[in-house]
């Protein structure tokens, strides 16, 4: 009951925040915050599901909301660029037209399905950052796994090297909480061992952690096909998608060039940006970065929430990207985004 209050009274506080940035930004103050320009995070692009537990569906948007959050950023002036163009555009001598940049991670199938059709109306260019432990099925997603396992039981038994987890799972709301208990402990240990362990116990209860990835991520051939399209550019996201910044140097390095050389076999090209698996502290750090910087990719970005200015540029490999987060799904909220209020407030 704690849990679910304070899930409450957090999604009450941001949209509060979004609603007051909102307000400021149409007023015209703190336009300092809004910078040059903006980065976004989509993950996936499909219909709402009207599953009671959904505990990932903050990565989900509908195609209505990604057209009225186009529509929205054209009527504030907004033009759309590829990623591999920002440091141009930010280098622009001033004042320019502000910019804004979509990226998708990981390369789920519903993107050409649901994102491509929207995308193609509006002449955006996206950018798809490719995991290859994902679309080779080398590799699985502990969150989708966990997801599958937990909705099938009524009680969680689970042992992972943070610890055992033996929770009620007899209600969508204990679901919840049973899932971000796993998510805890699979950072709270090492990753790699939770996520083998978390895969053994969904195999035992008739889950198959590879078959949810096949489902859902595009393979080799469909990132290929399109790849041809005017409109997508390819990054790179790693091979296993763990935390980078808990990886030793030579397992960094493997990480960010077996990533990058599989796109640029798939493309011809290799790519030139870089996404960090979860986007914060686990992966995007200043040691990180500096390997990024070595394995030849230009620009990288976290999902540090900010805006883009000149100053950018000072550190290219860790740049700030906005999530357009499923659960909060209406056009002034990607504008409130855009203007960086939200951001600055944030800070203090």
Not at 206 to 221: F, K, Y
Not at 331 to 340: E, F, I, M
């Amino acid at each position: 009951m704690a849990g679910r209050l304070k899930q409450s009274i957090k999604r009450a506080v941001i949209t509060g925040g979004l609603e007051v940035s909102f307000c400021l930004s149409r007023m015209g103050l703190l336009k300092a915050a809004q910078g040059r320009g903006v980065v976004f995070t989509l993950h996936h692009v499909r219909p709402a599901e009207a599953e009671a537990f959904q505990p990932n569906r903050h990565l989900d948007i509908t195609p209505e909301f990604l057209d009225a959050a186009i529509t929205a950023l054209k009527r504030d002036g907004y033009r759309f660029i590829r990623l591999e163009d920002v440091a141009a555009a930010l280098a622009e001598p001033g004042p320019a037209q502000p910019f804004a940049v979509f990226t998708l991670d990981d390369g789920f199938r519903d993107n050409p399905m649901h994102a491509l059709p929207i995308f193609e109306k509006h002449r955006v260019p996206f950018t798809i950052f490719v995991c290859k432990g994902l679309s080779e099925r080398s590799h699985t997603m502990w969150w989708d796994t966990a997801a599958a396992l937990i909705g099938k039981q009524k009680r969680l038994t689970l042992c992972l090297p943070a610890g055992r987890i033996d929770v009620d799972c007899s209600t969508a709301r204990a679901k919840q909480s049973a899932f971000d208990a796993v998510a805890q402990a699979v950072f709270a240990g090492d990753e790699t061992k939770s996520v083998a362990q978390l895969d053994a116990a969904a195999q035992a209860a008739g889950i198959n952690p590879h078959a949810l990835v096949a489902e859902s991520v595009m393979d080799r051939d469909e990132l290929q096909a399109l790849g041809r399209h005017p409109l997508v550019s390819y990054g790179a996201h790693t091979v296993s998608h763990r935390g980078l910044d808990a990886l030793g140097d030579t397992e960094i390095l493997a990480e960010l060039n077996e990533s990058a050389d599989y796109v640029a076999d798939i493309t011809g090209r290799r790519p030139v940006t870089f996404a960090y698996p979860y986007g914060d502290a686990r992966s995007a750090t200043p040691r990180t970065a500096g390997y990024v910087q070595w394995a030849g990719l230009k620009l990288a970005v976290t999902t540090r929430p900010g805006t883009l200015s000149p100053a950018s540029l000072t550190a290219p490999h860790l740049l700030p990207r906005i999530s357009l987060n499923g659960l909060y799904q209406k056009p002034r909220y990607v504008q409130a985004l855009a203007s960086g209020i939200p951001s600055r407030l944030n800070r203090g």
